[in-house]
């Protein structure tokens, strides 16, 4: 892990990228806390407004201020591309080891299931939940978390595949060790390069999702804003006041981007073959 820390590092790229999105999720974090204004306080006699020194951003037609709105938004993209990660993980992780390990018709069962799920229109999915239990915001950890969980578990079945059958697994099951036992301290360690690789390209990838159902009007409801929801009402008002869209665009583009440069820079330090090879 060390040595993958280190290989990391050494890219300027990706050293440039880790710090930014550091500074970002300090300022998402601390950012609406230290301003003057409240992301939904309305001041209607002001409306919207340009960039001036008492609004960075401007403000928009309700006559919010635009700069708190983006890092309150920054913040709930944030948290729902990382919990919504962190339970894909979880679930794909654990599905993909016990499916790949158990092998035979158990596998076979798994993976069918798999398929099934793959083939359900996720929006129908959404609507679905929504339906039962409202316009909940931990409904979309679990809408995104049940679709991206799939290819996680694909992944590691992959991974346990190829691993289940060297000479490590076959002396610890020659020396009594149980499913769980080989699960835990023999598979997982074998596994983690390659989770927290696909794990680093989910993440941004589940912050497009989520402004897409946003920008749907599936997502993230009022009072609360995420990047999606600012985008939308950006591009609702883009003619009369451009900059309603433009910051919250560069704020999720710069996001998305470092977020990507450092998934490609994680793959190359736990799998050094794949640098050589480009």
Known sequence: MEAAWGRLMRQRMNACA??????????????????????SQQDLELKATNPSPAHWLGTDPLGRDMLTRILHGGRVSLEVGLLATAVAVIIGVLYGMISGLAGGRTDAAMMRIVDILYAFPFVNFVILLMAIRGREFWLIFVAIGAVEWLT??????GQVLA????????????????????????????????????????????MLLEAALSF????????????????????HAMESYPWLLIYPGLFFSATLLALNLLGDGLRDAFDPKSMSQQ
Request: some cysteine; glycine content about 10%.
């Open 163 to 206: 691993l289940k059958n060297l000479e490590f697994v076959i002396a610890a099951r020659a020396c009594g060790a149980g499913f769980w036992h080989i699960v835990w301290r023999h598979l997982l360690p074998n596994v983690t390069g390659p989770v927290i690789i696909y794990a680093s390209l989910t993440v941004p990838g589940v």
């Open 152 to 157: 996680m578990a694909r992944v590691v079945r």
């Open 216 to 235: 749907l009007g599936l997502g993230i409801q009022p009072p609360d804003a995420s990047w999606g929801v600012l985008i939308q009402d950006g591009a």
């Open 18 to 39: 880790l710090g930014f999105l550091v500074v970002l999720v300090i300022l998402c974090c601390i950012g609406p806390l230290l301003s003057p204004y409240d992301q």
